[in-house]
């Protein structure tokens, strides 16, 4: 079974500095996708990002990128020029790319960005 | 554009009642998920719908039901509600193909005393 994991439960940026976000996920599929999910205070879920396995470019969405390393089963999140609205808790997702009824999310146990001014 | 809404937004219940959560979505999409989200837990699956009239259960189905009313509503009911199923509960949806992204509701948030 596909599982995805992060291990820092809280982190802390200046504002305006970069942070960079870890997540580990274990598949045997060779093809399937990633997200990183930002969850504020509001409870909202907005996707903040999304990698197809498939792509060895790593995706980009203005100050948030990601690094994708597909051998090492890593996919990390990061944030340049940190402002106080990305204090979040962000969470990585896994899915298998076949869609339909398969099309569940895998989430890891999040982690909790402060923002400090 | 409302996306993915959800009805209400909070909810007290005692054990041993019962109660349904409702969710819509606006964006013509063929599939709807219920997640659970627990502390230091993430979100979980409940039972999704791969399209209108079919259901089926995810990781943690137990003490729920689900209906497929149409398209557009995926409703999750509690038929006799305890303690262990106090959470947030979110809603998403996705249209179907091997690119969709899941969009989620604003979640609800339930207390069983």
């Known amino acids: 079974a596909q599982t995805v994991t992060q291990s820092q439960p809280e982190m802390s940026v200046q504002e305006a500095e970069t942070v960079t976000l870890s997540c580990t996920y274990d598949t045997s599929e060779s093809d399937y996708y990633l997200f990183w999910y930002k969850q504020p205070p509001s409870r909202q879920m907005i996707l903040v990002i999304r990698q197809e396995a498939y792509k060895q470019q790593n995706a980009t969405e203005n100050r948030f990128s990601v690094n994708f390393q597909k051998a090492a089963k890593s996919f990390s999140l990061k944030i340049s020029d940190s402002q106080l609205g990305d204090a979040a808790m962000y969470f990585c997702a896994y899915r298998t790319p076949y869609g339909g009824a398969t099309n569940k999310l895998i989430f890891g146990t999040g982690t909790l960005l402060a923002v400090q001014p | ?113």
């Not at chain 2, 995810?58 to 038929?79: A, I």
């Open chain 2, 1 to 113: 554009n409302a996306g993915v809404t959800q009805t209400p937004k909070f909810q007290v219940l005692k054990t041993g009642q019962s109660m349904t959560l409702q969710c819509a979505q606006d964006m013509n999409h063929n599939s709807m998920y219920w997640y659970r989200q627990d502390p230091g837990m993430g979100l979980r699956l409940i039972y999704y719908s791969a399209s209108e009239g079919t259901t089926d259960k995810g990781e943690v189905p137990n003490g729920y039901n689900v209906s497929r009313l149409n398209k557009r509503e995926f409703s999750l009911r509690l038929e006799s509600a305890a303690p262990s199923q106090t959470s947030v509960y979110f809603c998403a949806s996705s249209s179907t193909g091997s690119t969709d992204t899941q969009y989620f509701g604003p979640g609800t948030r339930l207390t069983v005393l």
